[in-house]
């Protein structure tokens, strides 16, 4: 299984973006997907995630600006960013986890960049 991960790019404070991840294989078979970023220096963070069902978890500081979504249909994932901080800039990273027990696929990472 491989995702690539797009969408990435620069947007004045303010501006919206939209990352989309693609995966190889049947995202049916992953039970949870979601999106990591890491900024400079710090720790990479799990900002939001999609179980196979459709719920959804957000880490607080992008609670409401922030829209994950999965298309099972054509194997995609999404994150909609609205509202976006300068804060927000980070290299952002897709995974799939089919199994609790199992590692995750990760994606490459597509940077953002929020700065006016």
């Known amino acids: 299984v491989q995702l690539q991960a797009s969408g990435g790019g620069l947007v004045q404070p303010g501006g919206s973006l939209g990352l989309s991840c693609a995966v190889s294989?049947?995202?049916?078979?992953?039970?949870?997907m979601g999106w990591y970023r890491q900024a400079p220096g710090t720790e990479r963070e799990l900002i939001a995630r999609i179980t196979r069902g459709g719920v959804t978890w957000y880490l607080d500081s992008v609670k409401g600006r922030f829209t994950i979504s999965r298309d099972n249909t054509k194997n995609m994932m999404y994150l909609q960013m609205t509202t976006l901080k300068p804060e927000d800039t980070a290299v952002y990273f897709c995974y799939a986890n089919p199994h609790p027990d199992l590692p995750n696929y990760w994606g490459q990472g597509t940077l953002v960049t929020v700065s006016s």
């Open positions: 294989g049947s995202i049916v078979d992953m039970s949870v």
